[in-house]
């Protein structure tokens, strides 16, 4: 038996008979009538005058009339062989029959097999269009949230349509990919190609998703004339899986590598670009990623670093280039570091050797120019290896062969000065060592101190440390040196005292520059005389330490420093004494090094002078000496008629 006798059998036995529509008949008494009311109109139009009738009022209007069943669904007007205007109705789920789930076949007129046209099927009189139906699967199709957001009727031995579930209705706790629908028994995916659509009435389907990611292509603006093959500017891919295939990217003047998953910078001139991390299509996709940026290079077609060398043809010799002819060659898309081989073989000098055509010169280095950050001009600078980034040249920067030392006179403003700079005639080749003369032609300057050698620079300004005859250098060429000169007025004299009566000499000076410190000297470190019978213990800046105040004033020892200051005046500084026959060490424990103290207990008469009748008194004095502490202690002897 054919599906359609098999549905017209179901529908049969399913539901009433279906009746046609009353509007479709037309007796005769009914054509009589209106005949008559036409010649009533057109008597009245007549005794009205001349009238411009308008075309479509002659025109016959037509009902259609949609049955379901055996009630009406709706109607619709038409005129005569308009038959695009009528709507094509779709019965809601309520009128469907009952018993069964049924699939809606679409409207047949009254024993017709084949759908209703309403696209060619030209009206000229009311008609009655007739629903029909086919037992059919019902297919519901749930959202994330279980809610059901759309159904699907499968007529028998037709296969489901599907559905695809708007963005809208995803979850939204991140980007999610669609995989496909689960059947929610079985827990499988849906096939819709091999389903057993005759099996069951019902299927439930539930989607299945997996985390993805979205990806802007970035560094591909159109207002910089790029253009992408395919035009996409943003990706989807799953997490762990693949793009398969990324666009190509072209833009004017530029080169495309690749896409890199950091940023990278888009340089506006010839340069090594940072490559970043290359993102190829085979590439797996991260779960954080959200960008992928173009990387790009300039379009030159090499970069060229160029060798200059002295020409000895021109009266300024090392001071004038020309070009060598040597060069050597660099790639501008490498994504590697590019360096000059200055060792390569042809390369015209190498560093430290002598080179007889220029004068038994010494090769220095190679020399360019590079633009200053706090001027912006070009300035030379010393190329150490530097990464090459664009087309440059080097200059060659030579030694002479043998190199002076020169000194030079003070420059003093309103000062002169006498006497004559030392001479040094000998010749010194490149790096060896010398000594620093002695202003052995008496340079002098009114009122001012000789105080050493100051090295001057390329422009002849003389700075840096103070150099001292006898000071050893090493030749890193022609080296000159200027006389240095302090005014007095920057001094001050430290004066050392034996402090005993008939010392020879009594007294010994230094001299110390303003703002410099001075190391304290010991005793035997100066031309003192030593003192018979006693012991020296420090320096103090008062003759005695008995009364205020003086007492309990640290000692000076030797080693220790103090600064000079300005207007501070004579230094005086008074070696003090103990009497050999007071004098107790006791060495104890390592302690941390503190100044000497010297402590009166009781009142009396001052031992450093060597005078007698001291009475009660003891004094301590502590000092450090390779890091342990000695105590000595004075103390006076009873007499016999104290004992």
Aim: proline share 7%; charged share 20%.
């Amino acid at each position: 038996m054919r599906i359609r006798e098999r549905i017209d059998e179901r529908m049969s036995k399913s539901r009433p008979h279906r009746s046609r529509s009353i509007s479709v008949r037309k007796p005769f008494l009914n054509r009589i009538v209106a005949i008559t009311l036409g010649l009533l109109v057109l008597l009245v139009i007549t005794s009205l005058g001349p009238l411009t009738l308008n075309a479509s009022a002659l025109e016959n209007e037509y009902t259609v009339t949609f049955m379901v069943g055996d009630r009406v669904y709706t109607t619709e007007e038409t005129d005569e062989g308009i038959c695009q205007a009528v709507e094509e109705p779709t019965p809601k789920a309520e009128w469907f029959p009952a018993g069964f789930r049924w699939a809606f076949l679409g409207w047949f007129e009254e024993d017709a097999d084949e759908q209703f046209d309403f696209a060619n099927t030209q009206i000229t009189e009311n008609i009655t269009l007739i629903a029909k139906f086919s037992d059919a699967l019902l297919i519901s199709y749930k959202a994330p949230s279980g809610i059901i957001v759309h159904s699907e009727s499968v007529e028998m031995g037709a296969k489901a349509v599907g559905y695809t579930l708007p963005n809208n209705l995803y979850p939204t706790d991140r980007y999610w990919l669609f995989d496909y629908w689960m059947d929610e028994v079985t827990e499988n995916e849906f096939n819709f190609e091999t389903a057993d659509y005759d099996t069951l009435d019902h299927f439930v389907l539930k989607p299945q998703f997996s985390p993805g990611v979205q990806v802007s292509l970035l560094n591909v603006a159109a207002a910089s004339g790029v253009t992408l093959t395919p035009p996409q500017t943003t990706l989807t891919a799953r997490v762990g899986g693949t793009f398969g295939t990324l666009p190509t990217a072209t833009r004017p003047g530029y080169t495309f590598h690749y896409w890199s998953s950091t940023s990278v910078p888009v340089p506006t001139s010839p340069n090594v670009f940072n490559p970043g991390t290359e993102f190829k299509a085979d590439t797996p996709v991260p779960a954080n990623m959200d960008s992928l940026w173009a990387v790009w290079s300039m379009d030159p077609e090499v970069w060229t670093v160029k060798f200059f060398i002295p020409d000895l043809t021109n009266p300024g010799g090392y001071d004038t280039y020309i070009d060598s002819g040597y060069k050597q060659e660099f790639d501008p898309y490498s994504v590697t570091a590019q360096r000059v081989d200055i060792n390569a073989a042809g390369i015209p000098f190498i560093k430290d050797q002598h080179y007889e055509d220029y004068s038994d010169g010494v090769f220095n280095r190679w020399m360019w120019e590079i633009v200053s950050g706090s001027t912006g001009e070009f300035v030379w600078s010393a190329y150490n290896n530097q990464p090459v980034s664009q087309s440059f040249n080097l200059y060659a920067d030579f030694f002479p062969g043998s190199f002076k030392v020169t000194y030079h006179p003070p420059t003093i403003a309103g000062y002169t000065h006498t006497g004559t700079v030392p001479v040094d005639d000998r010749n010194f080749a490149y790096g060896v060592l010398f000594q620093l003369l002695f202003n052995t032609g008496n340079l002098a300057v009114e009122d001012h101190v000789f105080i050493g050698w100051k090295l001057r620079d390329e422009n002849g300004v003389a700075g840096g440390f103070t150099l001292y005859g006898n000071n050893i250098r090493t030749i890193t060429g022609h080296m000159h040196y200027e006389a240095y000169f302090v005014h007095e007025s920057q001094f001050q004299d430290v004066v050392y005292h034996a402090n005993y009566d008939g010392a020879t000499p009594a007294t010994q000076s230094e001299t110390v520059m303003v703002g410099d410190e001075h190391t304290v000297l010991g005793y035997n470190q100066t031309i003192l005389p030593a003192r018979p019978g006693y012991t020296f213990v420090g320096w103090s800046k008062s003759p005695e330490l008995t009364g205020p105040p003086q007492q309990g004033e640290p000692l000076l020892l030797q080693g220790e420093t103090f600064t000079i200051t300005e207007n501070a005046g004579t230094v005086n500084l008074y070696a003090m004494w103990l009497r050999d026959t007071d004098v107790t060490e006791i060495i104890t424990t390592p302690s941390k090094p503190k100044p000497a103290q010297v402590e009166t207990i009781s009142t009396g008469t001052s031992p450093y002078t060597g005078d007698a009748g001291m009475k009660g008194m003891l004094l301590m004095l502590s000092t450090s000496v390779a890091g342990l502490t000695v105590l000595t202690v004075v103390k006076r002897k009873k007499k016999k008629s104290e004992r």
